[in-house]
């Protein structure tokens, strides 16, 4: 699995926190995908781990599923 470095990730970060962003919004029309990222045990504990990986990396506060 590729781990993203700090300047692959700069331009994603912009792109999540404008308001209606195109990569949010490609997310979110992918909830088939997410259910299958989240629906077993490994698959969960892989998307947690890369997830707070990633919000450490992008020294974000925490990470909003909603």
Same mark, same amino acid.
């Given at each position: 699995?590729?781990?993203?470095? !700090?300047?692959? !990730?700069?331009? /994603?970060?912009? !792109?999540?926190? @404008?308001?209606?962003?195109?990569?949010? %919004? @490609?997310?979110? /029309?992918?909830?088939?995908?997410?259910?299958?990222?989240? &629906?077993? +045990?490994?698959? %969960?504990?892989?998307?947690?781990?890369?997830?707070?990986?990633? +919000?450490?990396?992008?020294?974000?506060? &925490? !990470?909003?599923?909603?």
């Amino acid at each position: 699995m590729h781990s993203p470095t !700090l300047p692959e !990730l700069s331009n /994603k970060r912009t !792109l999540l926190s @404008k308001p209606f962003s195109p990569l949010v %919004r @490609k997310c979110i /029309k992918n909830i088939t995908q997410y259910s299958s990222m989240t &629906g077993r +045990a490994n698959s %969960r504990t892989t998307f947690i781990n890369s997830s707070i990986n990633l +919000a450490r990396l992008c020294n974000f506060h &925490g !990470l909003d599923l909603d």
